[in-house]
């Protein structure tokens, strides 16, 4: 059984830039979850996907985005960055079955620097 | 909007102590609690799943209860390791917002 992945591992952006973080679902899960964690923080929610749709979203302005496809990876794209977008970018999948929603298994994360 | 609180932040402990990490939240309907570990710089490890109609759950040398209506959990960690070093997060899922809310976890230090 292959647990998330996540890419890239590190990622050194300018303010204004766009940024595109990839996540691989672990096998059998069909939802995705993309996490912000900024150093000493607990994570932060930015939104989920089921079944190729946004099914939940985070106090996150517009300008982050996402993507879920076929095969259950992900995107998660940051449009105008800002220095405070400088974080640990997680994802965790999970598999959802109405009303209960089940475990989450994270992955390793993606540390963004924004310069 | 469900808030996690999470005390002590830091706790340094001699090594083969027995610890208990505390975790509270505002709102008390939830879906579940998770407890995670979380080493240096490193993605999210779980190590405990109690849904909301379970009192309790265990894992090797580790324990976590869930009282829901007073919106608290505790994990106890026995005989501590120099490996149990790390930072301890807890989460709950509450079934309006459909996500994982964390509180800012403690910063565990077991010393040898």
Redesign the interface.
């Known amino acids: 059984e292959t647990g998330?992945t996540?890419s890239p591992t590190h990622l050194i952006k300018t303010r204004g830039q766009q940024v595109t973080l990839r996540c691989s679902s672990q096998s059998g899960h069909n939802t995705v979850?993309w996490?912000q964690q900024a150093l000493?923080?607990?994570?932060?929610?930015i939104f989920?996907y089921y079944r190729e749709e946004e099914?939940?979203r985070?106090n996150f302005p517009p300008r982050f985005s996402g993507l879920q496809f076929p095969n259950y990876s992900s995107e998660l794209n940051v449009n105008a960055l800002e220095l405070d977008d400088s974080a640990?970018y997680?994802c965790?999948s999970s598999f959802f079955r109405e009303?209960?929603?089940q475990?989450?298994?994270?992955?390793?994360?993606t540390?963004l620097t924004v310069t | 909007k469900q808030e996690?609180t999470q005390i002590p932040a830091a706790l340094s402990v001699p090594e083969g102590e027995n610890l208990v990490l505390n975790c509270s939240f505002t709102d008390s309907a939830i879906?579940?609690l998770?407890w995670?570990r979380q080493d240096p710089?490193?993605?999210?490890?779980?190590l405990l799943?109690i849904?909301s109609s379970q009192r309790e759950q265990t894992s090797g040398r580790l324990n976590a209860s869930l009282d829901k209506s007073s919106g608290r959990s505790t994990l106890y960690i026995a005989a501590s390791q120099p490996g149990d070093s790390a930072t301890y997060?807890c989460?709950v899922?509450s079934?309006s917002?459909?996500?994982?809310?964390?509180?800012?976890?403690t910063q565990l230090t077991v010393l040898p």
Do not use: C, D, I, M
């Open positions: 998330v996540q979850s996490y000493g923080q607990g994570p932060q929610f989920q099914n939940g985070g640990l997680l965790a009303p209960y929603p475990e989450q298994y994270f992955g390793p994360g540390r | 996690v879906y579940n998770q995670f710089g490193k993605g999210l490890t779980s799943l849904q997060l989460a899922f079934g917002a459909r996500q994982l809310t964390f509180g800012s976890g």
